[in-house]
């Protein structure tokens, strides 16, 4: 079966950086385009950046335009979310999705009805 699995997460101090990774099970024929949520303690979920599936092309919340930044390594099936400047408002729980089908419209969407595949997620801690 077709799964993405997270990792990376952890307790970080406030100010430092994180790598999140998003890996496909199995390679898929074309790429597909996912999208970083993260759900902290007593709050929905929230869209925080996606990359398409057909320029790699991103796309970021305000929340954390800046400070963070996704790539994709096609080789090793896996998409990563590189985070800075990590401040309380940070910690979550984060989970990746997948969408497979083309793109359509001019950029990735962060509405969680338009993902197919979810992953397990991992935990984001902030703290001093």
């Known amino acids: 079966q077709l799964r993405f699995v997270e990792s990376g997460g952890g307790l970080v101090q406030p100010g430092g950086s994180l790598r999140l990774s998003c890996a496909q099970t199995?390679?898929?024929?074309?790429?597909?385009?996912i999208a970083w949520f993260r759900q902290a303690p007593g709050k929905g979920r929230e869209g925080i950046a996606c990359?398409?599936?057909?320029?790699?092309?991103?796309y970021f919340a305000d929340s954390v335009k800046g400070r963070f930044t996704l790539s994709r390594d096609n080789a090793k099936n896996t998409v990563s979310l590189q985070m800075s400047n990590l401040n309380a408002e940070d910690t979550a729980v984060y989970y990746c999705?997948?969408?497979?089908?083309?793109?359509?419209?001019?950029?990735?969407?962060?509405?969680?009805?338009?993902?197919?595949?979810w992953g397990q997620g991992t935990q984001v801690t902030v703290s001093s």
């Open positions: 990359i398409d599936n057909k320029d790699d092309g991103t």
């Open positions: 199995e390679p898929t024929a074309e790429p597909v385009t």
């Open positions: 999705a997948a969408d497979p089908r083309p793109l359509l419209f001019r950029q990735c969407v962060l509405r969680s009805d338009e993902y197919f595949y």
